[in-house]
């Protein structure tokens, strides 16, 4: 099928919000919480859902929406996932480094997907075939080993914390020592279009849900970089650019549970 409407739809939705959030950026916005302190939301994330499900309701009526905010509406076999704000904690305090990701499905299997950086206005796609970023193609490549890489991460979660106790302390000191730099940015969608890049070298995340993930595992598998996890369904993910040595990387411990998941 041809894919290219809705990979149109999907960035003229994402887009569609881009003046809202960087007007909003830096202007310490107004924060409840969800389902703990570590788990805000503004105005902002509800109102940039209302402008993307309305932009996708025009163009797709017929379709499902699955969004942090709006939860899961309509029916039908195209199946939009969307996160008007990945990282909202960062737009929240005036870090630039969130997004927006919108993915569509079609069947179960993910055919479009876009991450929106408003801030710098770098626009990652991606569609059965190709992934590009500001239109240029992209090719996930870099570091084949630990040593020379970059992970990014938001392990250990506190929920984390609670489930492995110093298990998890043991893993995330496991990979200080391994990789040559660990970060923690705060987006995993975001993250995952940096390894689509080849920014970055590898991403690990857990307890994520459909919407943080659909679109950038997208942007990963088409830029010919390995994502394990189903990014359809909530749980463990691990992405790395083409070419790494997963086997002998220290994240090869935590690979089992996302390898499982994507079978």
Same mark, same amino acid.
């Given at each position: 099928m041809d894919v290219t409407p809705l990979l149109d739809t999907a960035t003229e939705a994402a887009r569609a919000v881009g003046p809202r959030l960087r007007k909003a950026f830096r202007s310490r916005p107004a924060v409840t919480t969800k389902r703990d302190f570590h788990d805000p939301v503004t105005e902002h994330?509800?109102?940039?859902?209302?402008?993307?499900?309305?932009?996708?309701?025009?163009?797709? @009526?017929?379709?499902?929406?699955? %969004?942090?905010?709006g939860g899961t509406t309509g029916s039908g076999d195209l199946v939009w996932y969307v996160d008007p704000i990945d990282g909202t904690a960062n737009f929240a305090a005036g870090l630039p480094f969130f997004c927006v990701s919108i993915a569509a499905a079609v069947g179960g299997e993910l055919v479009? %997907?876009?991450?929106?950086? @408003?801030?710098?206005?770098?626009?990652?796609?991606?569609?059965?075939?190709?992934?590009?970023?500001?239109?240029?193609?992209?090719?996930?490549?870099?570091?084949?080993?630990?040593?020379?890489?970059?992970? +990014?991460?938001?392990?250990?979660?506190?929920?984390? +914390?609670?489930?492995?106790?110093?298990?998890?302390?043991?893993?995330?000191?496991?990979?200080?020592?391994?990789?040559?730099?660990?970060?923690?940015?705060?987006?995993?969608?975001?993250?995952?279009?940096?390894?689509?890049?080849?920014?970055?070298?590898?991403?690990?995340?857990?307890?994520?849900?459909?919407?943080?993930?659909?679109a950038g595992a997208l942007l990963v598998r088409r830029a010919g970089g390995v994502y394990l996890g189903d990014p359809l369904a909530a749980g463990d993910y691990l992405a790395h650019v083409g070419g790494f040595a997963l086997e002998d990387s220290a994240l090869a411990e935590v690979a089992e549970e996302p390898r499982k998941a994507g079978q």
């Open positions: 994330d509800r109102a940039a859902e209302e402008t993307i499900r309305a932009v996708i309701g025009a163009r797709y @009526p017929a379709s499902v929406i699955v %969004g942090e905010e479009a %997907g876009v991450v929106y950086d @408003p801030v710098r206005e770098d626009e990652f796609t991606a569609s059965a075939d190709e992934a590009w970023c500001n239109g240029t193609p992209l090719r996930s490549a870099g570091a084949a080993a630990d040593r020379e890489a970059t992970l +990014l991460t938001s392990y250990p979660s506190p929920h984390d +914390l609670d489930a492995e106790g110093d298990e998890a302390l043991r893993r995330y000191r496991r990979f200080l020592e391994s990789f040559a730099a660990v970060r923690r940015p705060g987006s995993a969608a975001l993250n995952l279009a940096h390894v689509a890049a080849g920014w970055s070298d590898a991403a690990y995340g857990t307890q994520v849900n459909s919407w943080d993930v659909a």
